[in-house]
């Protein structure tokens, strides 16, 4: 297996800039040790942790969808497109807010009504 780090260059108006940045800044990093370390601890082969961890990571988006709804996945994103096609910071803004308020409606069952301790560890 090559896990090769991302070294390409884009420009900044590329719409997929801020995914190539973080691909770059994770992928300076060799991963193999961590799953190497781990399939000794476990006897599980690092060819099936790595599957793992990939098939995990990009199930999660669909978990996402399963938990919050299409409906609400589609709301949060209308406020992005809404945003976009002004290309304004006053939209941008005003995008945040219903994102942000969507946001804490959707986080208020993981807090305390009196403090904001997470629930979920």
């Known amino acids: 297996m090559d896990l090769q ?3 390409d ?7 997929h800039a801020n995914f190539k940045s973080e691909v770059a800044e994770y992928t300076r990093q ?3 040790p ?5 399939g000794e601890l ?7 942790l ?6 995990k990571w990009a199930s999660e988006g669909h978990e996402m ?4 709804g299409p409906r609400t996945v589609r709301r949060m994103w209308a406020f992005c497109e809404q945003a976009d096609a002004a290309g304004t910071d006053a939209a941008r803004l005003e995008a945040y ?3 942000r308020q969507m946001v804490s409606w959707l986080h208020a069952p993981l807090v305390d009504g009196e403090t904001s301790q997470d629930h979920t560890a």
């Open 65 to 68: 969808i399963m938990h919050a």
């Open 97 to 99: 807010e219903g994102l």
């Open 9 to 15: 260059t884009w420009h900044d108006d590329d719409p």
């Open 50 to 55: 790595v599957r793992y961890a990939l098939v």
């Open 30 to 32: 060799d991963p193999l």
């Open 5 to 7: 780090p991302y070294t």
């Open 42 to 48: 476990t006897g599980i082969p690092v060819e099936s």
């Open 34 to 38: 961590t799953f190497e370390a781990l």
